[in-house]
């Protein structure tokens, strides 16, 4: 994982992806509900004020579904 | 047939292709100049007195010409070609230095759209051209392997193949090392990362990326994954020179590309165009409709319906039919005739889409039968709540699997609520048309036609 800065943003991998819904509880302010229950991510940049519960989130996935990427870097 | 090399280009009289399954496949009326790819023979002999050999030349001359040509992929995606292949040749280049093995070509011949017909033409046709472009690009982007992905159970298509290469060993012609690999009939098994985790030894199923195929791809290393009918314009770019190339076509799309026209035309076939040329002059081409039309689907179950005189008026390239809210795709074309009911044949399709989902992402595996439900009871019965519940579960579903086959389905349902309102709003009120009744136009695989309801 690179260096997180203000271009970082979640992603998810939708194949990993099992719908447990860890990430919605935890961070509502980026992450809704679609109608079965999959995350559906904001497509923003991650605002500093929310990176460190961000990351927290990440590792909270049951199934590591869900990514901080550097989009700049345009990989994992 | 018999032509010395100077007169390569000259005016032939028209010619029947040889026919894929499903296509009564016919030889183009656009000028015989524009027969680039189609026009030649199909053994080794023919082929190298007709387009001569091909040159020796070296991975960075091939590169430039490529780039120069402005040739971009024929598999649907519309990428330029030249960009790609640099890319993989850099980490060649880069791995050579560091003592790692080279990279891996995959030239994609498997034609996973029901309505095309395009690569099995070309690969019966000039297999030779195939061959030679995976030749070229695999020397280009210094490829170690080189893997032929074709349909396990298209048996014409690998046999004209095998007898290409068995042709080109006994005649000691250049020619990579090419590995046929068979590829399960499914509609995501030809998707670029499908071909790389099956040749890995995986299931042909699309993974997540990136990493990209040409960060890494086969093996872990960087992958060229090229569409057959993409490598055959390699073969005679590299003969001819980009300037040659972007003599026929337009500046921003150069070219020719082969296209299969269906649906109510007089002659359905596989046909090489002059990219620019008008919807008119494609459908005039395939002998023009056959009956009065309403629409024609560009761009395959990828892209999108455009009403009748929109299409007339279109440019045939990846470029101008984006522009018209379609797709050139690869190259598919089906005319809509005036008395089918387009939202139940795009309801037909929107169903063996929904099925043939990889079955991986939540998004996909739960939206696309949803929305194919949805619009199967708006064509059937004028179901009122069809329309709305279409719309607001789209966002849902488009740009949120691993790969395109979500984004794709949602476009075509989305394209048809919208080309077809008046339609829409005729089921709503006084129910289903009598077109929902006629026999299908769009054409689907035989298995999954029974499951339609």
């Known amino acids: 994982m690179t260096a997180i800065t203000s271009t970082t943003r979640l992603r998810v991998n939708p194949i990993a992806c099992k719908a447990h819904g860890v990430c919605i509880e935890m961070l509502p302010e980026l992450i809704g509900r679609d109608p079965w229950g999959y995350p559906v991510v904001s497509e923003q940049p991650v605002p500093d004020r929310l990176l460190a519960l961000a990351k927290r989130t990440v590792e909270a996935c049951p199934t590591l579904a869900l990514l901080l990427t550097d989009s700049t870097a345009g990989r994992r | 047939m018999t032509q010395a090399n100077s007169t390569r280009w000259e005016p032939q009289a028209a010619r029947q292709y040889g026919a894929g399954p499903g296509a009564d496949v016919n030889a183009g009326q656009a000028t015989e100049s524009d027969q680039r790819l189609l026009g030649g023979p199909a053994d080794l002999a023919g082929h190298v007195r007709w387009h001569g050999p091909l040159p020796d030349y070296d991975a960075a001359t091939i590169l430039d010409a490529v780039e120069r040509s402005g040739l971009t992929g024929r598999g649907g995606a519309a990428f330029p070609t030249g960009r790609k292949m640099r890319a993989v040749a850099d980490a060649a280049r880069a791995r050579r230095s560091a003592r790692q093995r080279g990279t891996v070509l995959v030239a994609n011949g498997c034609e996973g759209e029901p309505a095309s017909a395009k690569d099995r033409t070309l690969l019966t046709r000039a297999p030779h051209l195939v061959l030679d472009g995976i030749t070229a690009a695999a020397r280009a982007v210094g490829a170690e392997r080189v893997h032929l992905c074709l349909h396990e159970n298209d048996d014409a298509t690998i046999q004209a193949v095998r007898r290409a290469l068995d042709e080109r060993r006994g005649a000691r012609a250049q020619t990579a090392d090419v590995e046929i690999t068979r590829v399960p009939e499914r509609y995501v098994a030809s998707e670029e990362t499908s071909l790389i985790q099956l040749i890995d030894g995986g299931p042909a199923l699309p993974r997540f990326t990136p990493p990209r195929p040409f960060e890494r791809g086969v093996d872990g290393r960087p992958t060229l994954v090229d569409n057959v009918e993409t490598l055959a314009h390699t073969a005679l770019i590299a003969r001819h020179g980009p300037a040659w190339f972007r003599a026929t076509g337009t500046p921003n799309a150069p070219g020719t590309a082969l296209v299969t026209v269906t649906g109510a035309v007089n002659r359905p076939g596989v046909y090489e165009i002059a990219l620019g040329i008008t919807g008119a002059e494609l459908l005039a081409t395939a002998g023009g409709s056959r009956q009065p039309i309403q629409a024609v689907l560009a761009g395959g179950y990828f892209g999108a319906w455009l ?72 064509a059937a019965r004028g179901d009122r709540r069809a329309p709305e519940y279409i719309k607001n579960l789209t966002p849902y579903v488009a740009g949120r699997g691993a790969c395109r086959h979500p984004d794709g389905a949602t476009r075509l349902i989305a394209s048809a609520l919208s080309v077809f309102a008046a339609d829409v709003r005729t089921h709503l009120h006084r129910g289903p048309c009598t077109g929902a009744r006629r026999a299908p136009i769009l054409p689907l695989p035989a298995a999954t036609v029974g499951v339609y309801r």
């Open chain 2, 307 to 378: 009403p009748e005189q929109r299409f007339h008026s279109a440019r045939i390239t990846a470029p101008d039919l984006l522009a018209a809210g379609a797709a050139m795709g690869a190259g598919i074309f089906v005319a809509l005739p005036g008395e089918s009911c387009a939202l139940a044949e795009t309801a037909r399709v929107a169903r063996y889409l929904a099925e043939q989902s990889a079955g991986q992402c939540g998004p996909c595996i739960n939206g696309l039968p949803a929305l194919a439900q949805a619009l199967e009871a708006l």
